[in-house]
């Protein structure tokens, strides 16, 4: 973030770099020199790189893509992007069963993989705040897993974190209440040392979280009309066709060329003329995305990880890394079902085309304001810092705190319904250093700032992952309202098997 200049001669410096996680949320860069310190510039003279990140190298060679050394392929639109199915309650009960099958991502080829309750990915899951659940979870794989809901407010022993093991043929009643408001969260697996492989092989669903407040918005809500969610995730294939998750392993994260979009390769979404949300989720063990339109257009995003913003963002493109969630309107309403219109990334790759057929709902959805009242309170403003935390490395030696994961081994304590103020920073090593995507389980925090400075205005709403760059310091307002064990980790997926992960002993 503090670094912003342009320098062309650090192409090796990046692809050294390699696949790390890099762009963040901020959507608001320039290339500005007058916030540079006299050590900066000293150090830039000199080209001692040493406090620059991943992503400040990367602006400096002028776009942002360099910890994604493996370009995706272009969408050739050639199928409808697929829709994961709703999930209904039986008397409050959703059964979820982890289980391995065969998909036909590619026409005329099976290829092995894992899913909830289908071959790959995973239901959505309805729930409505006030609401009573119970997850029926089920382990139908050959091996142990665990059943994560990444962003709910929930007890910690209904977490699903790498304590929650279920062997295989297990099962598992996770029962409470739904006490967050709407919201669009996901679940995967978190056993120690398999759960990048498993999220790779397929393991992942959605959570919507309704409530009376959102139905009366007037947003786009019918599903699969003008309301879609979109999993990211890229993978890398086999020459059969395969996921040979142990053949593309990256320890600094795995990336592929071969985007999937819900299960889809080479994605397209047919859309009517009006008003579309679209649910975004990164759901890559690794890679970063940077969204934009290739007209070029703005679009307004709506929500953040954990509900609505105040009110909708203007935006030109937005940056998710892994483990983060948006929600955007895109109005289709000004174009002709003509109009050449795609989902690209950063490197300006076609990530999903839209056709564009007439009309498909009556939902008007004209003025949009007053989503939320999410506030950073004075007092939250006010109070210490109490827990400090130091990212830091790459590879096999990251660390928080200059420690590796110990199950055995509990970090912090905090007391339920207190909020403190946890300060993380990434510290930056020799090469730079990279981006990790920061998340806490069993609760949704504020971003109080970032480098001392207020978020971005498209950050100001509940959060549950935060991209923190190297050198930079985020404070964060963390409260949670139930007890238990939880885990904050790196959501590079492989980051946290290499132990870049504590525990938190909420009491
Ligand atoms: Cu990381």
């Not at 500005?32 to 602006?59: A, F, V």
């Not at 990211?232 to 059969?240: T, V």
């Not at 954990?306 to 892994?322: C, R, Y």
């Not at 955007?328 to 950063?346: A, G, H, P, V």
Request: glycine residues 10%; negative net charge.
């Amino acid at each position: 973030m503090k670094l912003k200049f342009l320098i062309t001669s650090l192409l090796v410096s990046s692809v050294i770099i390699g696949g790390c996680s890099a762009s963040s949320s901020k959507s608001d860069e320039t290339m500005d020199h007058s916030k540079m310190t006299k050590e900066e510039m000293s150090n830039m003279e000199g080209m001692d790189h040493s406090n620059m990140s991943g992503k400040n190298m990367e602006t400096m060679n002028g776009h942002e893509s360099h910890t994604n050394p493996l370009a995706l392929n272009h969408s050739t639109g050639e199928n409808e992007l697929a829709l994961p199915p709703l999930l209904e309650a039986k008397d409050g009960i959703f059964t979820i069963t982890a289980q391995q099958g065969t998909s036909e991502i590619f026409k005329g080829i099976n290829t092995e993989t894992y899913g909830y309750n289908g071959s790959y990915l995973g239901p959505v899951i309805k729930i409505n705040e006030g609401q009573k659940v119970t997850f029926k979870t089920n382990n139908q794989l050959s091996e142990p897993t665990t059943f994560h809901w990444h962003g709910v407010d929930i007890p910690g022993e209904g977490d699903g974190g790498p304590h929650h093991l279920l062997q295989p043929g297990d099962t598992k009643n996770v029962k409470f209440t739904v006490k967050q408001g709407a919201s669009t969260l996901w679940f995967h697996p978190h056993p120690v040392g398999a759960t990048a492989e498993q999220v790779y092989k397929g393991l992942a669903g959605l959570i919507y979280v309704e409530d009376e407040h959102s139905k009366k918005l007037g947003l786009p809500s019918e599903y699969g009309v003008n309301d879609f969610p979109l999993v990211f995730q890229d993978r890398k294939f086999d020459d059969n066709k395969q996921l040979n998750f142990k053949a593309a392993m990256n320890e600094d994260g795995t990336i592929g060329d071969t985007l999937l979009i819900n299960g889809t390769v080479n994605p397209k979404l047919t859309v009517g003329k009006e008003k579309v949300r679209l649910r975004l989720l990164n759901g890559s063990n690794a890679r970063n995305y940077t969204f934009k339109l290739n007209t070029g257009d703005s679009f307004q995003q709506i929500a953040t990880d954990g509900g609505f913003l105040n009110k909708p963002i203007s935006m030109n493109e937005l940056s998710l890394t892994p483990g983060e969630r948006a929600e955007i309107i895109i109005d289709f309403s000004k174009y002709n079902k003509s109009t050449d219109i795609s989902l690209m990334n950063e490197e300006d790759i076609k990530l999903m085309p839209f056709n564009i057929v007439d009309k498909k709902s009556e939902t008007s959805s004209d003025s949009l304001k007053n989503l939320n009242n999410y506030v950073v309170t004075d007092e939250e403003r006010k109070l210490p810092v109490s827990k400090k935390l130091e990212l830091f490395g790459m590879g096999k030696m990251v660390t928080i705190n200059n420690k590796q994961f110990d199950m055995n081994r509990i970090d912090f304590t905090q007391k339920q319904g207190e909020t403190e103020i946890w300060e993380i920073y990434n510290k930056p090593d020799m090469m730079g250093g990279m981006t990790h995507p920061f998340h806490i389980h069993g609760t949704q925090f504020k971003i109080l700032s970032i480098d001392g400075k207020e978020p971005p205005t498209n950050e100001y709403g509940w959060k549950d992952t935060v991209a923190i760059d190297a050198g930079e310091t985020v404070r964060l307002a963390v409260k949670f309202n139930n007890k238990g064990i939880y885990m904050f980790h790196c959501h590079i997926l492989e980051h946290e098997e290499n132990g870049m992960m504590g525990q938190v002993k909420v009491e």
